[in-house]
């Protein structure tokens, strides 16, 4: 059996300890006008090649950009978005990382692409699959503020139009595997039956044979949802089982036709797992659904530990994903 190892999105930007941080450094020259835009893009894209190589180098199936050029997940595509300002720095949901939040303040439009270029670079480098990662329409209205709308609905719709347009001109680049990220969604159960109103917008634009669709969840357990959560459109369903244990109920009743994305390593600690461990719970996955139904991953996005302990974690859960091939086959 072959066992699919995944990312959730972000990876840490700055490098291995004693080693200069070019990005940053360039967007100081940039303020000073020490430097140009073209200097800072290629900065980011030596940074989107080495976070892609590392994660093919640790053995992992479908890789990221690690969002190298974005500071948060928000404000790329809201400064694309007519209708959008920025407003100041909020706190990423409970981590010591932040995002400046969007202000909604006319209709909203879609600008442009903000993300295509992105994964066109990563896909041009990569020697592996490169999944595109969007914001969900729940999580953006639920992380913005709204001054124009007027309603919850209105305003996540609207997001959701213009995120379709996102979508539909990803997969026209290419991209074949694309990731929507609600987290916001765990807290809100009431919201469940507009995720789905919203989430039909964005998947019905693409070609159901063409392009694998993820909904990531994280930092938390989805028992408020239930199964429910299975109603959405999406291929792939993704469930923190670090900060979520009970998570694991919700996985057991996947349905027919649909595959897990299990984030079974802890992405906001350092502590590594123990790799006998980590593939014991993914034969069990793959003894459930079948190997071809899993995806491992970690718990959320690395961005919020070291460097060298992203590879590190990312090489104990491709190692424990061979062994669990092995102990399985």
Wanted: hydrophobic letters at 40%.
């Amino acid at each position: 059996m072959a066992i699919t190892t995944t990312v959730i999105g972000s990876y840490p930007k700055p490098p291995d300890e004693g080693r200069a941080f070019v990005v940053r450094q360039t967007l100081h020259k940039l303020e000073r006008k020490e430097a140009t835009e073209e200097d800072l893009r290629g900065a980011q894209d030596d940074l989107a090649r080495s976070i892609v190589g590392e994660q093919e180098v640790a053995g992992i199936d479908i890789v990221t950009d690690g969002h190298a050029r974005w500071d948060d997940i928000l404000t790329p595509f809201a400064r694309h978005i007519t209708g959008f300002e920025i407003g100041g720095l909020l706190r990423w949901f409970d981590n010591n990382v932040y995002y400046r939040r969007p202000v909604c303040v006319g209709d909203l439009e879609w600008g442009g692409p903000s993300s295509v270029d992105a994964w066109r670079f990563a896909h041009s480098v990569a020697l592996k699959p490169v999944k595109a990662v969007l914001p969900g329409p729940i999580t953006f209205a639920r992380l913005s503020v709204d001054e124009h709308y007027g309603t919850h609905e209105e305003f996540v719709l609207a997001i959701a139009r213009v995120l379709a347009q996102e979508a539909f001109e990803l997969e026209a680049a290419g991209a074949r595997y694309l990731q929507i990220d609600e987290p916001a969604l765990l807290d809100a159960p009431e919201d469940l039956v507009l995720a789905k109103k919203a989430l039909e917008i964005i998947t019905g634009e693409l070609k159901p044979s063409a392009t694998e669709v993820t909904l990531a969840t994280y930092f938390g357990d989805a028992k408020r949802l239930g199964e429910e959560i299975y109603d959405l459109p999406a291929d792939v369903f993704g469930f923190d089982l670090v900060a979520g244990p009970e998570n694991r109920a919700i996985v057991d009743a996947l349905p027919g036709g649909k595959k897990v994305q299990a984030g079974l390593v802890d992405a906001r600690n350092t502590k590594l797992e123990d790799k006998d461990d980590l593939a014991r719970d993914i034969v069990t996955l793959a003894e459930r659904f079948g190997a071809d139904r899993v995806r491992v991953a970690p718990s959320s996005g690395l961005e919020f530990l070291p460097r060298e302990k992203a590879r590190a974690k990312l090489l104990h859960l491709a190692q424990a994903a061979r062994r669990a091939e092995t102990n399985g086959g």
